[in-house]
């Protein structure tokens, strides 16, 4: 498994990160769990295999969790640790994890919201300390999203809805 932007896994944070994974989604019924980085790129897939751009999804997630970054700020918040989008017979669940990784959850109706948010907590502590010591070892902690990603974020945003 490679490593997004400046940092880099070792084949036992991989696994690490598999259990951690699998663990949650045994425990939750939740269908898929991926980790998207903060800059856009798919780090990690566990659960089923989803029918949709992989790619285009984890831009998309990294651009939604900073909008609602900004939509923090202008409440007075630091941030929305943690972001709940319903649909019909699909929904997702986003969380961050140690400011640098994104933990994504998809689910539909053989769980419930209420489930997979007790399961997730378990989980989050897990992951924040297996990326916190990733990062620490990479001498990478310092958080952040390139300015750069920003602008691709909000074309490949406009390109979606064409403006």
Known sequence: MSGASSWSFRE?????????LSAFLGE??????????RTGQMVSTAGETPAFDATAF???????????DQLARMLGENE??????????ESMYLADIARRVILVVLFDNRTTL????LRVKTAVVQLNQVFTD???RDG????????????EAEDEIDKLFGS
């Open 114 to 117: 209420g489930l997979v948010k």
């Open 12 to 20: 036992d944070d991989s696994r690490r990160i598999q259990s951690i």
């Open 80 to 89: 929305f640790g943690a972001l709940f989008h319903q649909g019909e017979r």
């Open 140 to 151: 990478t902690s310092a958080p952040g999203v390139e300015s750069e990603f920003l602008g």
């Open 28 to 37: 939750s019924n939740a269908r898929t769990a991926l980790i998207v980085d």
């Open 134 to 136: 990733m990062f620490n």
């Open 58 to 68: 984890a831009s998309l997630t990294a651009a939604d969790f900073s909008a609602n």
